[in-house]
DNA sequence: ATATTGACATTTA
DNA sequence: ATAAATGCCAATA
């Protein structure tokens, strides 16, 4: 189990992505402090509640799309409808539609 | 204390 | 381009 600390940090990181962009594990694990994704996936995969949570705006920092416990068809739906486009498991011009934490 | 695992990243070859 | 190795944090056994 992971700290609902950590958690919240996670989330509070999710949710300060803006519509129409992503953000990527590592760039979230800085923004928290860390230098691990991997604790971030966990996190994400332990909670998942889109509801609250748009990980879907989570995705790895080559613009690969992957991770969703819900599909990764239903991922890359939700990133179009934010503006994303997505070909193939991956989102075009990704360098654009990255949003950075980078500071605080 | 160590070993393993997890929706990964970066570097090197 | 892919494959292998290394790094990293937290939780569990």
Same mark, same amino acid.
């Given at each position: @189990?992971?700290?609902?600390?950590?958690?919240? #940090?996670?989330?509070?990181?999710?949710?300060?992505?803006?519509?129409? @962009?992503?953000?990527?594990?590592?760039?979230?694990? #800085?923004?928290?402090? *860390?230098?691990?994704?991997?604790?971030?996936?966990?996190?994400?995969? *332990?909670?998942?509640?889109?509801?609250?949570?748009?990980?879907?705006?989570?995705?790895?920092?080559?613009?690969? +799309?992957?991770?969703?416990?819900?599909?990764?068809? !239903?991922?890359?739906?939700? *990133?179009?409808?934010?503006?994303?486009?997505? !070909?193939?498991?991956?989102? +075009?011009?990704?360098?654009? !539609?990255?949003? !950075?934490?980078?500071?605080?």
């Amino acid at each position: @189990m992971i700290s609902k600390n950590l958690q919240k #940090q996670v989330y509070n990181a999710v949710k300060t992505v803006p519509k129409g @962009m992503v953000t990527t594990y590592g760039e979230i694990s #800085q923004a928290i402090g *860390l230098k691990s994704s991997r604790l971030i996936g966990k996190i994400l995969s *332990l909670n998942t509640d889109f509801k609250s949570i748009p990980c879907y705006k989570v995705v790895k920092s080559n613009g690969h +799309v992957s991770g969703y416990n819900q599909g990764i068809n !239903k991922k890359i739906r939700l *990133l179009k409808a934010d503006g994303i486009t997505v !070909k193939n498991f991956k989102i +075009v011009n990704f360098k654009e !539609k990255l949003f !950075k934490f980078s500071g605080k």
